[in-house]
């Protein structure tokens, strides 16, 4: 059987961030095209005002996500092979970007 993606609830998004390590923000610029910066997120708040808060340090990601505040983050496969995927709304305050997961995911390993 093929390998597939899994769903991931937010709750245990929330506990296992840290095993990730370093990943990516990814925002959409004004002329419509993905910009990364390579972060590391930390868990900040409690309960429902959880969040995953990265400090992008300025710049364009920040303008990206102050402008269009649907990101994604984007963490490189561990051993088993699958990456983590992370969509959500972006608060941005100052130089950090506070990212209000709405969805996650496993995604399968390339074939």
Request: aromatic share 4%; hydrophobic share 45%.
């Amino acid at each position: 059987m093929a390998a597939v993606s899994i769903r991931v609830a937010i709750d245990d998004l929330f506990e296992q961030i840290g095993e990730w390590g370093p990943g990516y923000l990814l925002t959409v610029s004004d002329d419509d095209r993905t910009h990364l910066l390579a972060l590391r997120p930390s868990v900040v708040g409690t309960g429902a005002e959880r969040v995953l808060r990265l400090d992008a340090g300025g710049g364009r990601a920040v303008g990206n996500a102050t402008a269009r505040p649907a990101v994604t983050l984007l963490f490189p496969p561990g051993d088993d092979g699958y990456s983590l995927v992370v969509d959500g709304d972006a608060a941005v305050h100052g130089s950090l970007v506070d990212v209000r997961p709405t969805s996650a995911l496993l995604h399968r390993p390339a074939p």
